[in-house]
């Protein structure tokens, strides 16, 4: 939080942000013994065994690991990271508590249950697992640097397996200069246009046509070299989209851009699972307050990266579930758009992202692309033939053996049985106003018939009687009045 935090001098004080910074790669280092330690264990060899070189002043210290230079044998210069001592113990146990709470939140409150707090810390547990496994990270790496093999403005560092496990990585060292390192940029005469505009290319072609992208590419993971080269690094968090999913919010930024109410909603209901009992109108009133907040506003001033959070809030509000992966995606914009506004505060990451989006629905509308819709539909559909005669032999057996399972749900049903449960009191309370009435009648007759005095110990029961019906009728009367029905 504190990372992403730091990327928005837009609504953060400055000085604020210069602490936060430090949470992006000046956390406090652990010492060397410690360092040497884990690699032994890890390598299997002494450090001066595996590295001709290795300084013991870390480069940088993060949460999870630390990064020291070091030279291999063949004098190739390295990145080695290390991950701190007993931090998945220390993690485990927060997790733990973590889940907990989300229980505890969900048995007793309602929004929690709703927004599925439980499910939100299981994916974080998840996420931050994978980031534990430096294997993960590099096979990662692999995967991003294979999208950007033909294009020589983006860098990402070589992976050395043989010097890598779990908890140690080694990779190629590139010297650079951090992206917001404004004072260096400006002193080796960088185009800070060009690095914004090659930092937005480069994490839109991942998200919007490869479907993997870099989760977070905060300042601290993004580098420049000469030439207006970017470097990425720090896979540990990545995300995953479909092509479906690609397609969908490749819509949502197009409606975001021309202001499309009908296309922001389409786009919003076919990325998540809609709830039955979602209030359509109201769902459409709130995307058209929002549209309403941001139409008109000049490119360069539109952040597509609050612009989606809105919108993911708003479908959260309304019970529609939008996958983790769309969220991450969400916060990479968000971290970017901080980057890009410090380097060029006119420069608009919309600008490059529309035509990655009409790119991607024209792919969409290709006739070869809708043929090979058409085939695997008709494959479905052939396998689902296929498997009729078997599905309906054995929906028979179950049906012959009574063990069909009806479920009703109405909606609303606690309000129904509340209304018929007052009818119901109502009901039971004239019964008892007749019944007491009719006792009364009963007296008057018999005390007229047999001319004796209708008092009982001492009280007068016929004129009692005769105030208590009142009464009785009266609060009927009142209740049905303030029911607002007769």
């Given at each position: 939080m504190g990372q992403i935090a730091s990327t928005r001098r837009d609504v953060i004080p400055e000085d604020i942000i210069q602490e936060l910074e430090k949470l992006q790669d000046d956390v406090p280092p652990f010492p060397f013994d410690q360092v040497r330690e884990i690699i032994e264990e890890e390598l299997g060899e002494t450090i001066d065994n595996i590295f001709t070189e290795f300084d013991e002043t870390p480069l940088a210290a993060a949460s999870i690991g630390q990064v020291h230079y070091a030279l291999l044998p063949n004098k190739q210069p390295v990145a080695v990271k290390i991950q701190r001592p007993n931090i998945r113990s220390v993690i485990e146990t927060d997790l733990e508590i973590l889940q907990d709470l989300a229980r505890m939140m969900e048995s007793r409150l309602d929004w929690a249950k709703k927004y599925k707090i439980s499910d939100m810390v299981e994916e974080f547990a998840k996420s931050l697992r994978d980031e534990l496994d430096y294997s993960i990270e590099a096979r990662n790496s692999e995967k991003i640097a294979a999208q950007f093999t033909e294009?020589?403005?983006?860098?990402?560092?070589?992976?050395?397996?043989?010097?890598?496990?779990?908890?140690?990585?080694?990779?190629?060292?590139?010297?650079?200069?951090?992206?917001?390192?404004?004072?260096?940029?400006?002193?080796?005469?960088?185009?800070?246009?060009?690095?914004?505009?090659?930092?937005?290319?480069?994490?839109?072609?991942?998200?919007?046509?490869?479907?993997?992208?870099?989760?977070?590419?905060?300042?601290?993971?993004?580098?420049?070299?000469?030439?207006?080269?970017?470097?990425?690094?720090?896979?540990?968090?990545?995300?995953?989209?479909?092509?479906?999913?690609?397609?969908?919010?490749?819509?949502?930024?197009?409606s975001l851009e021309r202001g499309s109410t009908n296309g922001i909603i389409k786009a919003i209901t076919r990325m998540g699972l809609i709830p039955v009992n979602t209030d359509m109108?109201?769902?459409?009133?709130?995307?058209?307050?929002?549209?309403?907040?941001?139409?008109?506003?000049?490119?360069?001033?539109?952040?597509?990266?609050?612009?989606?959070?809105?919108?993911?809030?708003?479908a959260s509000h309304h019970g529609i579930l939008i996958p983790a992966d769309l969220i991450l995606v969400g916060k990479a914009i968000l971290t970017v758009e901080g980057v890009v506004e410090l380097l060029d505060p006119e420069f608009s990451v919309i600008d490059v992202a529309e035509p990655f989006g009409q790119r991607l629905l024209k792919d969409r509308m290709n006739p070869k692309h809708m043929a090979g819709n058409v085939w695997n539909f008709m494959a479905e559909y052939m396998e689902f033939l296929g498997d009729w005669p078997k599905n309906m032999k054995a929906l028979t057996s179950i049906i012959q053996q009574g063990k069909v399972r009806i479920e009703i749900t109405m909606p609303e049903l606690h309000l129904l049985l509340r209304k018929l449960d007052k009818i119901s009191n109502r009901l039971s309370f004239s019964i008892v106003l007749l019944s007491f009435s009719i006792i009364m009648v009963g007296l008057i007759i018999a005390s007229s018939i047999g001319r004796q005095s209708s008092f009982l110990w001492h009280i007068p029961t016929i004129e009692l009687g005769f105030v208590v019906a009142s009464l009785m009728f009266i609060w009927l009367l009142y209740s049905i009045y303030k029911s607002g029905r007769f």
């Open positions: 294009d020589s403005t983006i860098r990402i560092p070589n992976i050395y397996w043989d010097y890598s496990t779990k908890k140690v990585l080694t990779m190629e060292y590139i010297d650079g200069i951090k992206v917001n390192d404004l004072k260096q940029l400006a002193e080796k005469g960088y185009n800070r246009k060009v690095v914004a505009e090659r930092l937005s290319h480069c994490i839109f072609h991942q998200i919007l046509i490869e479907g993997f992208f870099h989760g977070d590419p905060h300042p601290g993971n993004v580098w420049v070299l000469p030439g207006e080269v970017i470097v990425l690094m720090d896979f540990g968090m990545v995300g995953r989209l479909n092509p479906d999913m690609k397609y969908h919010f490749a819509s949502l930024v197009i109108v109201r769902l459409r009133s709130e995307v058209d307050e929002l549209r309403e907040k941001y139409y008109g506003i000049p490119l360069s001033k539109l952040s597509l990266g609050k612009a989606i959070h809105d919108l993911f809030s708003v």
